[in-house]
């Protein structure tokens, strides 16, 4: 291999290290909105107490991408069902932003509730 290659091959390796920089943070906060929405949802009680309940949950977990407030919860019979989605923008250079789409829902049929603006 040639130095030229060689520097062309640490040249991408380096992209990617970037990327994965960037972007880990972000899929591990993501983990932890799934993690509290569960709680809450085991938490049980009402509305406003499972909110409260993911809220504790975030703030101890350092989330900050969503509050309990942004919670969707919704009631079928007894059995609450809670789901959220939010885009998170991860800005690698002065022109380039990346923008993931989370979503996550407690619903067995996966299907991630509206929030009613």
């Known amino acids: 291999m040639s130095l030229?290659?060689?520097i062309l091959v640490l040249m991408v390796i380096?992209?990617?290290?970037?990327l994965a920089i960037k972007i880990v943070p972000s899929y591990l906060e993501f983990r932890a909105v799934r993690d509290g929405m569960t709680r809450a949802?085991?938490?049980?009680?009402?509305?406003?107490e499972m909110r409260q309940t993911f809220d504790k949950f975030a703030e101890i977990n350092n989330v900050e991408?969503?509050?309990g407030r942004d919670l969707v919860i919704s009631r079928d019979g007894?059995?609450?069902?809670?789901?959220?989605?939010y885009e998170k923008?991860?800005?690698l250079t002065e022109r380039a932003t990346l923008v993931i789409d989370?979503?996550?829902t407690t619903d067995p049929s996966g299907v991630v509730a509206a929030k009613a603006d």
């Not at 007894?78 to 989605?85: D, G, K, M, T, Y």
């Open 4 to 6: 030229t290659g060689l």
């Open 14 to 18: 380096g992209v990617f290290a970037l």
């Open 41 to 48: 949802k085991a938490a049980g009680g009402s509305v406003a």
């Open 65 to 67: 991408a969503i509050h």
């Open 78 to 85: 007894a059995n609450p069902e809670i789901s959220f989605a």
């Open 89 to 91: 923008r991860i800005p």
């Open 102 to 104: 989370y979503d996550g």
